[in-house]
């Protein structure tokens, strides 16, 4: 079932670009706040 492992690699590939775009925006508030920044997931 090649749909399966195709629909795997998207959501493991979306859940990797979300961890980075939560990333750079702890460290953008960070970087206007100057303390740290701690987002809930």
């Known amino acids: 079932m090649p749909e ?3 629909e795997l690699a998207v959501a493991r590939a979306l859940a990797d670009l979300s961890h980075q775009l939560l990333d750079a ?3 953008d508030v960070e970087g206007i706040t100057h303390r ?3 987002f809930a997931e």
Do not use: K, N, S, W
Request: net charge negative; glycine share 12%; no cysteine.
């Open 4 to 6: 399966i492992g195709d």
């Open 36 to 38: 740290p920044a701690h």
């Open 25 to 27: 925006a702890v460290q």
